[in-house]
């Protein structure tokens, strides 16, 4: 029986502009080799930047993407992108990407489109607002839906969830990016956090969107969700049953193919010495099914906190590519 590949990988910032062209050319020397060895045929991207040619007006697009793919299978592939929130063009910086080798029967991002951003009245932003203030997401979530042949499909989600850092505030930041007050940045703390938990609602309200159109449908829920298996935003994606407390729900839940690797293995990202897993492929029930094996591609990995103060112009991404095999 024929078996597929799908991969997930945070590019950490790809982009051509800025500093020595041959910073960049490193970068391709790096991270080709790691695209080569996933072999996917499905493949989700975080973190891509674009831009428009020679710095003039026109449509941005993933011009470092197409070097880093090129003479590559993935240069031939279908290709999704991410757009901005009025959805003419990509962003400047950090994109989602979906790259595949089997046809795109249909594709969509949502942006707000199933949570509205909630309104928060900031209590240590200076000058203070008289009203409450949208808290928007940083980034949509980008949704495709593949054609496997023989009647399947699957559908796939690429979220990239917002990093636990402290969101800016009016008033309570130096321009050094030094924050004036504990209280301002444990409110910008709490702010980034709504928005991760937004997005993964926004997430999850999608994936049973899906269900609700089949009850079989095998989905996979991709990327860099910042937090590991047992906090919030992922349970919140997973809908495990011990959480709803419902057994009739089981069948909705989704479960992270990365469990099928040893404890020892099991982390995408080294934070400080400490081994986190921070980069997941969630699956569905159906999907699950089908799965063969996962692999994390952790074997070159460098401390994310510690080796960017002693490498200059590292061009290694801090985040290890993820791959799940199927039937």
């Not at 011009?63 to 299978?73: A, C, I, S």
């Not at 979220?159 to 850092?165: D, E």
């Not at 460098?302 to 985040?319: F, T």
């Amino acid at each position: 029986m024929r078996r597929w590949r799908l991969g997930t990988f945070n590019l950490e910032n790809l982009d051509d502009r800025g500093g020595e062209d041959r910073a960049f050319e490193d970068r391709v020397a790096v991270l080709r080799p790691q695209l080569r060895r996933l072999r996917a045929d499905v493949l989700c991207l975080q973190e891509v930047n674009a831009h428009t040619i020679d710095g003039k007006r026109g449509p941005r697009t993933p011009v470092g993407l197409d070097r880093l793919l090129e003479g590559t299978d993935y240069a031939r592939y279908h290709r999704l992108i991410s757009t901005n929130r009025g959805g003419s063009r990509p962003s400047d910086h950090h994109n989602l990407v979906i790259l595949s080798r089997f046809p795109i029967l249909s594709h969509g991002q949502v942006w707000h489109h199933l949570v509205p951003p909630p309104a928060i009245l900031p209590v240590t932003a200076r000058p203070a607002p008289e009203q409450a203030q949208p808290v928007e997401w940083d980034r949509p979530i980008l949704h495709a839906c593949l054609d496997l042949g023989r009647g399947r499909v699957v559908q796939v989600v690429n979220v990239h969830l917002r990093a636990p850092r402290a969101a800016w505030l009016p008033g309570q930041k130096t321009e050094h990016g030094r924050w004036l007050s504990v209280g301002g940045w444990a409110e910008g703390f709490y702010l980034a956090a709504v928005k991760r938990a937004g997005q993964a609602l926004e997430a999850r309200l999608l994936v049973e969107s899906l269900f609700d159109a089949d009850p079989q449908a095998r989905v996979v829920v991709c990327g860099d969700f910042n937090c590991g298996d047992r906090e919030a935003p992922l349970r919140t994606l997973m809908g495990d049953e011990e959480d709803t407390g419902n057994g009739h729900l089981a069948p909705r839940m989704l479960v992270p193919a990365e469990r099928s690797v040893s404890d020892s293995q099991r982390y995408s990202v080294i934070h400080h010495g400490r081994r986190v897993m921070l980069d997941h492929l969630l699956l569905s029930r159906p999907l699950l099914g089908d799965l063969v094996g996962c692999e994390i591609h952790n074997e070159s990995l460098g401390d994310e906190l510690v080796s960017p103060a002693r490498i200059w112009q590292a061009p290694d991404s801090y985040h290890a590519p993820l791959v799940a095999e199927f039937t």
